[in-house]
């Protein structure tokens, strides 16, 4: 393969560079290219003044400093390797790289480099040949984004595109095209024939007419023909077309869009039927439709009929709208309403009241225009009557609803607060929220959330909107500010209501001062009977373990069984104080959680590990049924606070297992969740404790519970464990047989 021409000036480059010859450096100085002698760590040894000109700085800016200075940051690892790899091939080298023009733009060049060496072949530097291609690319870039823009129109557009090649029979179709009619891209051959296999065959003909006498006579190509859907309906399809000929006239290509219409034709003919069924209407509609003449005299009532007379009376044919029976002439509306006729002007909604004969008495609701004929001239009025007997009961319904309903908003023994989801502000509250922060009724209407909330914020807003659509309804604890600028905590019960067709969120507010007093004075109750008995008691436990060992000399028979149990109900009491104390700690929301991998199958093992002497106490055995493939399952959570619940749930099966049973406990895989089960073959959970098994301090069987030990709190606390793991904790149970508690937890990522 022969030397480019660029290839072949680089070379002449290298080679000329070797003697610094003065003939050199004035055809390096004065070429119209752009040259650069490159040393080998990158390093500008010589630039022409193309290569200045190309970048914008002067020779003395350039040389000395590094290539990669005036290399845009994103080519400089590329251009590195380049260099390198020219410095080892030995041999000219080309690449497309972007310079940093001294003013900031960007310059694109293509680099033709050779390597100069000594008379040993050792390689002195490299000197490029750049030539500027950034009109190039920008020109590319623009062919580009036309070509985009010609594709995202082709693909976007709601009429099918195609082209037919008359010499060939060759179709082209757009991807609009297939889909319009239910097809993929391509599953219709592109030639004329396969076209005409899904034309319905009653329209063949007008589709060849049509092409022929547009091709021939030069007749617009518009007609309309039925295409088959792939589902095997038919679409009705407007095509509209134009014939590409060439310069002798000769036709080359028909192109043009098809638009499905099926929907206009349809609507066309639900049109005429909508008609039709309107006609049939207003024939057999009884009091509804009806015309005035110009002296305000009915001409027309639709299906009047004479032996049905609740709603007339009796016939108005011929009478004025004042002269029928059962109205109040002497009504202020009536008086109103004559002088809108007497104007001739339009009315609306005229509501009155009619009595009939018959003792019927019904409320009206009547609309009207006037019609004038082509000179002007008034002629009459056209209008509809409508009985809305209902619809005034039920107003008159709803406004006795809405007093009974304020009567109780005012009264309520809570703060009553309901503001606008999108922006909460108030748009109604109860007289004890306004007195609570200070306020009157008027002064806290015109509020916002953000004004008694100190914490409220824009982040704050959107997550409780978010949540109020997930949920529909949300408690939680803030505080709110008085006029006066103290504050008071209040637990918020909120609900997103739907009231006369707008959302709204209604929140009972409750001051919760007292009831945080009272939290804290349990709280140090709490924290004061832990100390003053856990304290004590574990030195107990210490005291008895010693003694029972032995180490104050050998003891009756009976000592040792009285000592045994005054350890166990030491024991007891130890745990007791621990469960209520995680129990507080829940509820607080101040429990801490080390949160971390796990592994379920090990944290199963370590389980089953730390309760065997529990098992041995109680006369069981646990069996693991752990995954046959070896499969490690990897949740995220606290590995002290699992083994918390597995602990509970092992122990429990061990408690109310008979002698010589098994306690099967599983792994398995659920989704993207893993179940972890305990399952024993106790005496199973009564019905009617089963509903409240997770409650705190709750014994499906009380005296049992206290024989076989528990503090009936452990479910409580496990469940409570599990959830904060966003997991899941429930049971099986058959009555006599035996009871499955397990747990899921997600699989972490």
């Not at 690449?95 to 008379?119: P, Q």
């Not at 207003?282 to 009047?304: C, G, H, K, N």
């Not at 044919?317 to 202020?332: A, F, H, N, Q, S």
């Not at 024989?707 to 409570?720: D, F, H, N, P, V």
């Amino acid at each position: 393969m022969g030397k480019s021409k660029s290839d072949s000036l680089i070379g002449e480059f290298a080679d000329e560079s070797r003697d610094a010859s003065g003939a050199f450096r004035l055809f390096f100085d004065q070429a119209a290219g752009a040259l650069a002698v490159i040393d080998l760590d990158g390093t500008c040894k010589r630039v022409n003044p193309a290569f200045c000109q190309m970048i914008g700085y002067e020779v003395d800016e350039i040389v000395g400093r590094s290539i990669l200075d005036f290399t845009h940051p994103d080519d400089r690892a590329k251009t590195e390797g380049d260099r390198t790899s020219a410095l080892n091939k030995s041999s000219p080298t080309r690449t497309e790289k972007r310079y940093l023009h001294k003013d900031g733009h960007i310059v694109w060049g293509v680099v033709d480099r050779a390597i100069a060496v000594d008379d040993d072949g050792t390689p002195l530097h490299t000197i490029g040949q750049i030539q500027d291609i950034t009109e190039l690319k920008r020109t590319q870039e623009s062919l580009r984004k036309i070509e985009e823009f010609h594709s995202r129109a082709i693909a976007g557009a709601n009429d099918g595109l195609w082209e037919m090649d008359l010499k060939t029979g060759a179709v082209y179709r757009s991807p609009r095209w297939s889909l319009m009619l239910g097809y993929e891209v391509g599953e219709i051959a592109d030639t004329r024939e396969a076209f005409l296999d899904i034309v319905h065959p009653d329209d063949v003909e007008i589709l060849k007419s049509s092409h022929t006498s547009h091709i021939e006579d030069n007749v617009p190509l518009d007609y309309v023909t039925r295409l088959r859907h792939k589902k095997g309906h038919w679409v009705d399809i407007r095509t509209r077309g134009q014939m590409t000929a060439n310069e002798n006239g000769e036709p080359l290509y028909l192109s043009g869009s098809n638009m499905d219409i099926t929907d206009q034709i349809a609507a066309k003919s639900a049109l005429q039927e909508s008609e039709e069924r309107f006609r049939d209407f207003v024939s057999s509609a009884a009091d509804r439709f009806w015309e005035l003449d110009d002296q305000f005299r009915y001409t027309y009532i639709s299906q009047l009929k004479e032996n049905s007379e609740r709603l007339t009376g009796n016939s108005v044919i011929g009478k004025t709208r004042w002269e029928i029976v059962g109205v109040d002439l002497e009504d202020e509306n009536w008086k109103a309403h004559r002088a809108d006729l007497e104007a001739h002007r339009p009315f609306q909604n005229f509501i009155y009241q009619r009595h009939y004969p018959n003792g019927g008495t019904v409320w009206m609701q009547a609309s009207g225009v006037p019609v004038f004929n082509s000179d002007g001239t008034f002629s009459g009025y056209r209008g509809t009557n409508l009985e809305i007997t209902l619809e005034v009961e039920a107003a008159k319904a709803s406004e006795e609803s809405e007093k009974k309903f304020r009567a109780l908003f005012e009264m309520a023994g809570d703060a009553i607060m309901v503001s606008d989801p999108t922006n909460f502000k108030f748009i109604e509250v109860n007289k004890l929220a306004a007195e609570q922060r200070g306020y009157s009724v008027d002064e806290l209407a015109g509020m916002n959330i953000r004004d008694i909330n100190k914490v409220f914020d824009a982040e704050l807003a959107q997550g409780l909107r978010d949540e109020l659509a997930r949920v529909g309804e949300l408690t939680y604890e803030t505080e709110h500010k008085r006029k006066d600028g103290s504050s008071f905590p209040v637990e918020i019960r909120s609900r997103l209501l739907e009231i006369d067709g707008k959302n709204v969120v209604s929140a009972i507010v409750r001051d919760i001062t007292e009831r945080r007093e009272v939290d804290r004075l349990k709280d140090e109750f709490v924290s004061t009977v832990s100390h003053e008995l856990r304290t004590p008691l574990t030195s107990i436990k210490g005291a008895l373990g010693l003694i029972q060992s032995g180490i104050g000399g050998s003891m009756s028979e009976q000592m040792s069984s009285m000592l045994e149990i005054a350890l166990r109900n030491c024991e007891r009491l130890i745990l007791l104080i621990g469960d209520i104390l995680d129990m507080e700690k829940i509820e607080a929301g101040k429990i801490d959680y080390d949160m971390g991998q796990v592994d379920v199958c090990e944290l199963v093992a370590d389980a089953l590990e730390a309760n065997k002497s529990y098992g041995e106490q109680y006369g069981v055995s646990f069996l693991f049924d752990a995954p046959t493939n070896g499969a490690k399952f990897q949740v995220e959570g606290d590995d002290a606070r699992l083994m918390q619940v597995m602990s509970n749930l092992i122990s429990n099966a061990a408690k109310f297992s008979p002698k010589g049973a098994d306690i099967n406990i599983s792994v398995v895989r659920q989704e993207d969740m893993v179940r972890i089960s305990v399952s024993d073959y106790g005496p199973g959970i009564p019905v009617k404790s089963q509903s409240q098994i997770f409650q705190k301090f709750f014994q499906a069987d009380g005296s049992s519970t206290r024989e076989k030990g528990g503090t009936g709190l452990g479910l409580s606390i496990s469940k409570a464990i599990v959830e904060h793991h966003n997991g899941s904790i429930a049971f099986d149970t058959n009555v006599g047989k035996g009871t499955t508690f397990y747990f899921d937890l997600p699989m972490a990522d």
